[in-house]
Nanobody
Framework: QVQLVESGGGLVQPGGSLRLSCVGS????????MGWYRQPPGKERELVAA???????YYGGFVKGRFTISRDNAENTVYLQMNSLKPEDTAVYYC?????????????????WGQGTQVTVSS
C-alpha cells in the first residue's frame, strides 16, 4: 500500500520560510516523478513544483524563484523549501507521486497523493 505523508506545515509570518517534507512508503521511490500541489481556500488545486526521476525541475509561474523542490531517494523523501512567503501562499499543500510521466505537471499525471499539510502565512 502506497503512502505519502507530508509534514512541516504551520503558521509563518510574511517573508518567512518553511520546509515541507513528504515521506513515501510502499513504492520504489526513485522511479517516480514527484510533485507538490497546493489548494488555497475556495480555489482549485494548482501545481507548485515537480521533479522528475532524473532530477529535472518544473515550477508554477507564481513561484518566481522563492521555492525549491528537492528529493533524497535514499530517504524516500521529497522536500519543498519555501522562502519569502506571502499571505497568498496560504493553502493546503499536497505531495504526489507519478509513475509514468517524465516531468509530471498535470493532476492526472499523478497516481498517489498525500493527505496534505496546512500552510498559513499571516502576521
Amino acid at each position: 500500500q502506497v503512502q505519502l505523508v507530508e509534514s512541516g506545515g504551520g503558521l509563518v509570518q510574511p517573508g518567512g520560510s518553511l520546509r515541507l517534507s513528504c515521506v513515501g512508503s510502499g513504492l520504489t521511490f526513485g522511479t517516480y516523478g514527484m510533485g507538490w500541489y497546493r489548494q488555497p481556500p475556495g480555489k482549485e488545486r494548482e501545481l507548485v513544483a515537480a521533479m522528475s526521476r532524473g532530477g529535472s525541475r518544473y515550477y508554477g509561474g507564481f513561484v518566481k524563484g522563492r521555492f525549491t523542490i528537492s528529493r533524497d531517494n535514499a530517504e524516500n523523501t521529497v522536500y519543498l523549501q519555501m522562502n519569502s512567503l506571502k499571505p497568498e501562499d496560504t493553502a493546503v499543500y499536497y505531495c504526489a507521486a507519478a509513475r509514468n510521466s517524465i516531468i509530471p505537471t498535470k493532476v492526472g499525471d499523478y497516481d498517489y497523493w498525500g493527505q496534505g499539510t496546512q500552510v498559513t502565512v499571516s502576521s
